[in-house]
């Protein structure tokens, strides 16, 4: 089955500075690889996604990249933010099954100082 | 506009007792649910899915069980609880076909005590 590994799992900046968090799969067949932030006490939420006939997608501070021969792919926030402290789960999964069928990384807990 | 209710927010509950936690959807049909367990500081393990009413699948063998009644209703239980079950419950759901996002509910809190 696919195996995804996440690093690293806690990160701490200063506010500004650039946060890039890094993801690995095992499974060449995976094909869509979100990325979802939890904020203390609730459920994740997708912040930006890509899928595998794009390299990169970016919004506004957030962007993903992604390669597919490596097997691995980034997120990188820009001019990081207090409000963006929370933890960071990226995931892969494969057509023909589903989002929610998706393997985790063990998260990253990202700490933007003021 | 879809919405995932999920409750209740915490729970605590003596080893040994039932276990019942709820998870609706609304603003879709046929969603495909899941159940997901997430320990402190871990990410997210996959317990259970359905791609339909009274269709369960289990991804891990354990004190819990899942049951879908309705189109959009997703129900976790167990008959005893052990203290190994405590974690953050997470209920989620998406849509087929192809590859799109899950979305999550607030989770519920269990402690086993």
């Known amino acids: 089955g696919e195996n995804v590994e996440q690093h690293p799992s806690t990160l701490s900046v200063q506010e500004g500075d650039s946060a890039v968090i890094k993801c690995t799969y095992s499974?060449?067949?995976?094909?869509?690889f979100p990325w979802y932030k939890q904020e203390l006490g609730k459920g994740p939420q997708l912040i930006i996604d890509?899928?595998?006939?794009?390299g990169e997608k970016k919004d506004q501070r957030i962007a993903v990249t992604l390669n597919k021969t490596a097997k691995h792919f980034s997120l990188h926030i820009t001019e990081t933010q207090p409000e963006d402290s929370a933890v960071y789960f990226c995931a892969a999964s494969r057509s023909g099954t589903n989002a929610g069928k998706s393997t985790f990384g063990d998260g990253t807990t990202l700490t933007v100082k003021p | 506009s879809q919405t995932i209710h999920q409750w209740p927010a915490t729970l605590v509950q003596p080893v040994g007792s039932p276990l019942s936690l709820e998870c609706t959807v609304e603003?879709?049909?046929?969603?495909?649910l899941y159940w997901y367990r997430q320990a402190a500081g871990r990410g997210l393990q996959l317990l259970f899915y359905?791609?339909?009413?009274?269709?369960i699948s289990s991804e891990v063998p354990q004190n819990l069980s899942a049951s879908r009644p309705q189109d959009r209703q997703f129900i976790l239980s167990s008959k005893k609880l052990l203290l190994s079950d405590s974690g953050f419950y997470l209920c989620a759901w998406s849509v087929l076909p192809g590859t799109t996002e899950a979305f999550f509910g607030q989770g519920t809190r269990l402690t086993v005590v």
């Open positions: 359905s791609v339909g009413i009274g269709q």
């Open positions: 890509i899928r595998s006939n794009v």
């Open positions: 603003g879709t049909s046929n969603p495909n």
């Open positions: 499974d060449s067949a995976s094909n869509y």
